[in-house]
């Protein structure tokens, strides 16, 4: 052979590689490829694509990192990584919805080689042929296990401050129930109550009540009821002290009514009360001092 012409054809050869090397380098889906793979190796989520037998077809490095298998991630089936107790209930679920529905999200627990589990948030879909066939099944995968724990630690504090606020509301409650009708020991079996503020039935019944458990508590034979502090008696309080000195006497007590002001006097004579079975007395004052005779 003429040696110019093998030199030349040679040459050929050479320019003809340089070209495909160059058309390679610039083909617009080798680039996208590089790119994608780039992305997927990088990314610190796990990433995966299974078939539907559940046969492993490509993990990417942190894949391997997360469920500490390595480059023998392949060579599991892809419900190894899930925790036992999601394989036949929860997994089960996700498979079943992303196969109707085309994409699922969840929490799923699962396993790493040395045992140990972590709670992962699960999002994974089907991939598509160019004739719109399900090809596949792709998925991420996040360790949330930090967060799930933040969650819980949030869902504690939430529950003492609603259990701190009960009882804050429970001793605020139990300090305006003490306030509303207080019950104070004079001397010995002797109580007095200083009434203050407008009376509702929510508030008479409270009265009564609290006057009932003193006098059996405390073994009274005298309770003083003072009114110097209510605005206006009108039928309902007049009514009010009747009942509570109904109550009273049928254990054994006596009750003395102070603090009735003239305008008072006047508003129950009006009202036609009668409240003669009540002994009364000018103030508190006088009622302690009769009953220490």
Same mark, same amino acid.
């Not at 052979?1 to 495909?20: C, F, G, K, Y």
């Not at 040395?114 to 089907?126: I, R």
């Not at 009540?209 to 003083?224: M, P, R, Y």
């Given at each position: 052979?003429?040696?110019?012409?093998?030199?030349?054809?040679?040459?050929?050869?050479?320019?003809?590689?340089?070209?495909?090397?160059?058309?390679?380098?610039?083909?617009?889906?080798?680039?996208?490829?590089?790119?994608?793979?780039?992305?997927?190796?990088?990314?610190?989520?796990?990433?995966?694509?299974?078939?539907?037998?559940?046969?492993?077809?490509?993990?990417?490095?942190?894949?391997?990192?997360?469920?500490?298998?390595?480059?023998?991630?392949?060579?599991?089936?892809?419900?190894?990584?899930?925790?036992?107790?999601?394989?036949?209930?929860?997994?089960?679920?996700?498979?079943?919805?992303?196969?109707?529905?085309?994409?699922?999200?969840?929490?799923?627990?699962?396993?790493?080689?040395?045992?140990?589990?972590?709670?992962?948030?699960?999002?994974?879909?089907?991939?598509?042929?160019?004739?719109?066939?399900?090809?596949?099944?792709?998925?991420?995968?996040?360790?949330?296990?930090?967060?799930?724990?933040?969650?819980?630690? =949030? /869902? +504690?504090? @939430?529950?003492?401050?609603?259990?701190?606020? %009960?009882? &804050?509301? $429970?001793?605020? #409650?139990?300090?305006?129930?003490?306030?509303?009708?207080?019950?104070?020991?004079?001397?010995?079996?002797?109580?007095?109550?200083?009434?203050?503020?407008?009376?509702?039935?929510?508030?008479?019944?409270?009265?009564?009540?609290?006057?009932?458990?003193?006098?059996?508590?405390?073994?009274?034979?005298?309770?003083?009821?003072?009114?110097?502090?209510?605005?206006?008696?009108?039928?309902?309080?007049?009514?009010?002290? =009747? /009942? +509570?000195? @109904?109550?009273?006497?049928?254990?054994?007590? %006596?009750? &003395?009514? $102070?603090?009735? #002001?003239?305008?008072?006097?006047?508003?129950?004579?009006?009202?036609?009360?009668?409240?003669?079975?009540?002994?009364?007395?000018?103030?508190?004052?006088?009622?302690?001092?009769?009953?220490?005779?």
């Amino acid at each position: 052979m003429n040696p110019s012409l093998s030199v030349l054809q040679e040459r050929i050869i050479e320019l003809e590689a340089q070209l495909a090397a160059a058309q390679q380098h610039n083909d617009p889906r080798q680039e996208k490829q590089h790119f994608l793979e780039a992305l997927f190796e990088n990314a610190i989520d796990s990433l995966f694509i299974t078939d539907f037998n559940g046969t492993l077809r490509y993990v990417n490095t942190t894949f391997k990192r997360m469920l500490g298998h390595g480059e023998d991630s392949l060579k599991q089936p892809t419900w190894v990584y899930v925790a036992e107790a999601d394989r036949n209930t929860r997994l089960q679920e996700a498979l079943a919805h992303v196969m109707k529905h085309g994409v699922w999200i969840g929490r799923l627990n699962y396993v790493r080689a040395d045992g140990t589990t972590f709670l992962g948030l699960l999002s994974t879909f089907l991939i598509y042929d160019q004739t719109g066939e399900p090809l596949a099944r792709g998925g991420f995968i996040r360790d949330i296990s930090e967060q799930a724990q933040h969650e819980r630690e =949030l /869902q +504690a504090q @939430r529950e003492l401050q609603a259990q701190l606020q %009960e009882e &804050i509301i $429970t001793a605020q #409650r139990r300090a305006l129930h003490e306030l509303a009708s207080p019950l104070m020991p004079l001397a010995h079996r002797v109580l007095a109550m200083p009434l203050i503020g407008s009376l509702d039935s929510h508030r008479t019944q409270q009265i009564i009540s609290t006057l009932l458990e003193g006098v059996e508590a405390h073994h009274a034979t005298t309770v003083i009821i003072d009114i110097t502090g209510v605005p206006v008696v009108d039928t309902q309080v007049a009514h009010t002290l =009747l /009942q +509570a000195t @109904r109550a009273v006497k049928l254990l054994g007590s %006596e009750v &003395i009514l $102070t603090g009735i #002001r003239p305008e008072v006097a006047q508003t129950i004579v009006g009202l036609g009360v009668d409240l003669s079975g009540i002994r009364t007395m000018a103030n508190l004052q006088h009622a302690v001092a009769w009953t220490l005779q």
